[in-house]
């Protein structure tokens, strides 16, 4: 274990590293791997309780804080109550990152390595880590997968958890991935039409720049032709508080300038500086199921027919051909499509966890649909929720959502 401290403007930074096992509950298997957080605390926090924060993704490592300006921009809200522990989920970061070194690996190595780096093996290391700091409870807020990551927590070590804070991350509990890919698809075309009411020029934008995919005439800086599904997977953009207006600028953009070029690169989702996003992603919501490209096979005939019709967090089998970064994944990610992935919920657990807390639950939510966050959270009655229609997927980058739940948690007047 190696802890140092340090001073990150007027914050306190300890940097904790555990090594744990990979595959935790079999003694057979001697593999370890490193688990790293940060611990930060304020002027005069330091006895303050812990907060985890666990990041949304899967794939993704833990922002990293500063303080003027203020990043996280809810960090400031946690730190009048909390010491915060951003902990870099296994294989992020720098908790033995995954990344194109491993490939050599082999296929088969690496797709069993990537099966233990789910939300399940996420848990036992955060109890690693809450022992480490000597904390008999700490709280978690869980961001989007972050609050996938919660329920499973839940569902195993309820009794470590003081509170629990979800933003867009009540999982559906019970359901095979299909239907939670069908329904995200019917909320991408209402926001793709909420779109075009509001800018119905940019239809006839978006068919042309579909007409330039097709015949193979978009080409960015990395040399990835462009597929007309990575061009209509700009609707990701459309679950974000302020997206539409990435968007909006992009489709405004001439596509044979380089400026058109380098921003929709920036733009597409799914990038490969974190390989895990794209290569195991469906696998976040396989509870006891192989995903076998569930958005790929579940597509509706209209979004088949119509290209405007944007989507958003939906992977596709053929960006292993047309993505020049995913290419080298390809055989991994075919491997992990077919894995049989164990169950990580159990609905009784949840429902005698006693779990206290409180969840955002964005109504517009494009990638955890409410129908199936209203149906998790009859399983936690302690945790008060906010349906909210302020905020899209993202709205935890705003100022205001942690502080609105820390009230409802603690029965303060809501401000």
Request: aromatic share 8%.
């Amino acid at each position: 274990m190696a802890v140092t401290t340090r001073r990150m403007q007027d914050l306190t930074v300890e940097d904790h590293t555990i090594t744990v096992p990979l595959v935790w509950g079999d003694d057979t298997d001697t593999r370890t791997i490193e688990v790293y957080a940060a611990v930060i605390a304020r002027e005069g926090g330091a006895d303050l309780p812990y907060l985890v924060y666990l990041q949304g993704g899967p794939g993704s490592e833990a922002p990293r804080p500063y303080h003027a300006p203020v990043a996280p921009s809810w960090l400031d809200a946690a730190l009048e109550h909390y010491r915060v522990v951003m902990i870099d989920q296994r294989g992020t970061g720098r908790s033995t990152p995954i990344g194109d070194a491993d490939l050599a690996r082999g296929t088969d190595e690496l797709a069993e390595y990537i099966t233990h780096l789910r939300a399940d093996g996420i848990v036992r290391d955060c109890e690693a880590l809450r022992e480490h700091l000597g904390a008999t409870t700490w709280s978690v807020l869980g961001q989007s997968f972050g609050g996938f990551t919660t329920l499973a927590y839940l569902s195993t070590d309820a009794s470590s958890l003081r509170e629990v804070f979800f933003t867009g991350g009540l999982s559906a509990i019970g359901r095979h991935p299909d239907e939670v890919y069908a329904l995200t698809y019917d909320k991408l075309r209402d926001g793709s039409e909420r779109y075009y009411r509001r800018f119905p020029h940019h239809r006839d934008t978006v068919r042309r720049l579909a007409d330039l995919t097709d015949a193979g005439k978009i080409v960015l800086p990395d040399g990835e032709v462009v597929a007309t599904s990575r061009l209509r997977s700009l609707g990701m953009l459309l679950g974000s508080n302020h997206g539409w207006q990435t968007l909006h600028h992009l489709l405004d953009e001439e596509p044979h300038t380089n400026a058109f070029r380098h921003d929709l690169a920036a733009a597409l989702p799914y990038g490969t500086r974190n390989p895990l996003y794209m290569v195991f992603h469906e696998s976040s919501y396989a509870d006891g199921s192989a995903t076998r490209w569930s958005a790929d096979r579940v597509e509706p005939d209209d979004f088949r027919e119509d290209v405007t019709l944007l989507t958003g967090e939906h992977v596709r089998r053929e960006w292993l051909d047309t993505v020049p970064g995913f290419r080298p994944w390809k055989d991994v990610t075919l491997a992990l499509a077919e894995h049989e992935w164990p169950r990580v919920y159990d609905a009784d657990a949840l429902r005698a966890s006693g779990a206290h807390g409180a969840a955002a639950v964005y109504v517009n939510d494009l990638y955890v649909p409410v129908e199936y966050s209203l149906e998790t959270l009859e399983l936690l009655p302690g945790v008060t929720p906010w349906i909210t229609s302020e905020h899209e997927h993202s709205g935890l980058r705003e100022g205001d959502v942690l502080p609105h739940l820390l009230d409802l948690a603690h029965g303060r007047r809501v401000r």
